[in-house]
């Protein structure tokens, strides 16, 4: 009995070992198989490495990096992959690299776990290109079931399939450009695609209309705790980092995504990076997309430089050590707005000593102080507040739903003043509005809208806190 045992072991650890050795020759040709040659010229040299989906390879472009930086990076991006997948690249490049910093792409798409048949064939494109390790095998029994483990080896699962695993030669590439795992096209879309596109987030925010507060499962905190916890047992800085997506701006589900993993990161106190926050500073365009959620040439080298200054200017190495440690300064601050109008009186009764704006993940925050004598006689239970948000040119498709059904060009909301507290109200608006061109604040009877009471305040002008 021992004997065919151990006989039965050895054969089974023959055929692994020919398996292993002879799986390249049966790799499926793709962009990331290309990228994994690539890199194994360089293994030993990486300095900054990027992980994701094909959002940070359309990204991330390593020319630019380092030629800011100084470093020496390298994209290990791959489509639609999934955290699960990521992890045992990442614990693939942690073996072979001293890395002084690690950039992981993250928003919804990245932490599902309930993945259809395209999706799961294009894990294929990451977990193939991972050297056998427990991680690989691990994150294969998830992503396909254990029952599925010989499918592990490409052999079986592309048996029919001999070819040279160098297929994608720069010359092959025709709109694509490439550079250490980074791919881009540099072509921009069309108006059909655009209009389809539009068609599809309508459809998907008439099923989800407002804007509210979501928070992660327990299966998406563990895949985002896993990877924090192989970057701090390496001791390697590290980043969280969304690029730029059309989906953020139009789509609601999408945006509330964004805001959980925000927020969860913060509690975390890890440093997340969501190029959604930064349209207006890096000038993005349609130009600057390959498709609505992609990124072309032109728009990842926006991306790709400050990224690069972030690196250099607030990620500071301390160089009297052989490694670079970098300190994170706050990526995420909330942008302040104070107020400043000539006319503060609601109506004889009301009047405001000042007013705050907060642009949060929400929308605004809206903060009132009320003269003291404004307060006093129960004049506030009287009257609603009426609010409406006017977008400018460049955000006026972002009204919400109600607003278009409704036809009006702004986002509107209203709330009773009886919730003043210390001559104070805050108000959450929640709005996908992203920059206003003024908003109006009125009031009028709390039971019923018969028109407006007194006089509106116009806001048209900003100045930002100090």
């Known amino acids: 009995m021992n004997k065919i045992l151990l006989k039965s072991c050895f054969l089974l650890f023959i055929v692994i070992i020919i398996l292993t050795f002879f799986d390249s020759s049966f790799k499926r040709p793709t962009k990331s198989s290309y990228a994994k040659e690539e890199y194994n010229k360089l293994k030993g040299q990486v300095d900054v490495a990027f992980f994701g989906s094909s959002h940070v390879q359309s990204t991330l472009n390593p020319i630019i990096i380092d030629s800011i930086t100084g470093l020496n990076s390298f994209n290990f991006g791959t ?64 992503i396909y079931g254990f029952e599925n483990i010989l499918n592990l080896s490409t052999i079986i699962r592309n048996h029919n399939l001999l070819v040279q695993s160098s297929y994608y030669k720069k010359a092959d590439l025709k709109e694509l450009f490439y550079s250490k795992g980074f791919y881009t096209s540099t072509t921009t879309f069309s108006n059909e695609v655009w209009n389809k596109f539009q068609n599809k ?21 563990d895949l985002i705790n896993q990877v924090i916890k192989q970057f701090r047992k390496a001791g390697v800085p590290f980043i969280f980092c969304s690029a730029p997506s059309y989906s953020e701006q139009y789509n609601i589900k999408y945006r509330e995504y964004q805001n959980a993993i ?12 969501d190029y959604n926050n930064y349209w207006k500073e890096l000038s993005l365009t349609k130009l600057d997309f390959n498709d609505p959620n992609h990124l072309n040439y032109r728009g990842s080298s926006k991306v790709s430089i400050h990224l690069s200054n972030v690196i250099k200017d607030e990620l500071i190495p301390d160089f009297n050590t052989k490694k670079l440690k970098f300190k994170m300064k706050n990526l995420n601050d909330k942008k302040n707005l104070r107020i400043e109008t000539e ?13 705050e704006i907060t642009q949060n993940k929400l929308g605004y925050e809206l903060k009132l102080f009320f003269d003291a004598a404004s307060t006093s006689h129960n004049n506030l239970e009287k009257y609603r507040l009426g609010i409406h948000i006017y977008p400018k040119e460049s955000s006026k498709d972002l009204v919400s739903e109600r607003s278009k059904v409704d036809r009006i060009s702004y986002d509107r909301f209203n709330v009773l003043l009886n919730k003043v507290k210390e001559n104070e109200l805050t108000i959450q608006l929640n709005t996908l509005i992203k920059d206003y061109k003024k908003t109006k604040l009125f009031l009028y009877d709390k039971d019923k809208y018969r028109g407006i009471i007194g006089n509106p305040i116009w806001i048209t002008e900003e100045k930002q806190i100090k």
Do not use: C
């Open 79 to 142: 489509p639609a992959q999934r955290f699960t997948a990521t992890i045992p690249m990442v614990d693939m490049v942690l073996k072979k690299e001293k890395l002084k910093l690690a950039v992981v792409d993250i928003f919804e798409m990245s932490l599902g776990t309930n993945l259809n048949k395209h999706s799961k064939n294009l894990q294929y494109e990451a977990l193939d290109n991972v050297e056998m390790s427990w991680a690989k095998f691990k994150a294969f029994g998830d």
């Open 201 to 221: 987030q309508n459809k998907l925010n008439s099923k989800h209309k407002k804007l509210s507060k979501k928070n992660l499962t327990d299966v998406e905190k």
């Open 262 to 273: 925000a927020e969860y990161l913060n509690k975390l106190k890890v440093p997340f990076l």
């Open 343 to 355: 006319q503060k009186q609601l109506n004889e009764e009301i009047i405001l000593d000042n007013i």
